[in-house]
């Protein structure tokens, strides 16, 4: 598996768009780049997942450079309801393969 | 969407006893699912996978005798602690894959052993 690195701690103002970075420059061609956020005591929650184009859901767009080494998740319009720790993964896309975490970024969406 | 639920949502117990929590995929079969556990402000770390009608497969140092996987259908996988200490005391997170998208996951369970 692909190893990601994400800043440790972001800060955005509410209502603002939060940019979150990751970083995953040993990916392989077949490894998809996932999203998932964590709140304080609950489950990680997918947002978005893509292999090479850029993909927008309801919840959040993602944007994959051309060479795939890195990605950007973006939250168009924070909310304090945001604040979360955003992890970033690169696992190819098979049903028997788990997900592997790293320390993700907390995100501070502050008033 | 797809939901994973799981049960019990927390639990406390007394050292020497066994817990056992149960992970539902609510609206798609999972052949496999996942389990996960997590210190505070640490992240989630893989405990073991668990396959339908086969053995569960361990990471290394989780000890298979002592957290007892059973994944007997396409729909529900069950972690027992067996003999809890206080150092098992976590947050364990189950997930299972449906074909569509990548894992999903439980909302967690919140043990804790006194």
């Known amino acids: 598996d692909a190893k990601t690195t994400q800043p440790p701690s972001m800060d955005c103002a509410e209502g603002r768009a939060a940019n979150l970075p990751c970083n995953h420059s040993?990916?392989?061609?077949?490894?998809?780049v996932y999203w998932y956020r964590q709140i304080h005591s609950q489950g990680p929650q997918y947002i978005i997942h893509g292999l090479k184009n850029n993909e927008t859901n309801e919840m959040a767009s993602l944007i994959i450079t051309e060479d795939r080494k890195s990605s950007t998740l973006i939250l168009p319009h924070a909310t304090l309801r945001d604040t979360a720790v955003y992890y970033c993964?690169?696992?190819?896309?098979?049903?028997?393969?788990?997900?592997?975490f790293g320390g993700g970024t907390r995100l501070m969406v502050k008033p | 969407g797809a939901v994973v639920s799981q049960h019990p949502s927390w639990v406390i117990c007394k050292s020497g006893t066994s817990v056992k929590i149960e992970c539902r995929s609510l609206?798609?079969?999972?052949?496999?699912m996942f389990w996960y556990r997590q210190f505070p402000k640490q992240s989630l770390m893989l405990m073991a996978t668990?396959?339908?009608?086969?053995?569960?497969?361990?990471e290394q140092g989780v000890e298979k005798d002592k957290f007892l996987i059973n994944h007997a259908s396409l729909t529900l996988s069950t972690l027992t602690v067996t003999s809890a200490h206080p150092e098992d005391s976590s947050f364990y997170i189950c997930?299972?894959?449906?074909?569509?998208?990548?894992?999903?996951f439980g909302p967690g369970t919140r043990l804790t052993v006194t």
């Open positions: 040993t990916i392989s061609g077949n490894e998809y």
């Open positions: 609206d798609f079969q999972a052949t496999t």
């Open positions: 997930s299972a894959r449906a074909l569509d998208r990548g894992p999903y």
């Open positions: 668990s396959n339908e009608g086969s053995k569960a497969t361990y």
């Open positions: 993964i690169a696992q190819s896309n098979n049903a028997g393969n788990m997900l592997t």
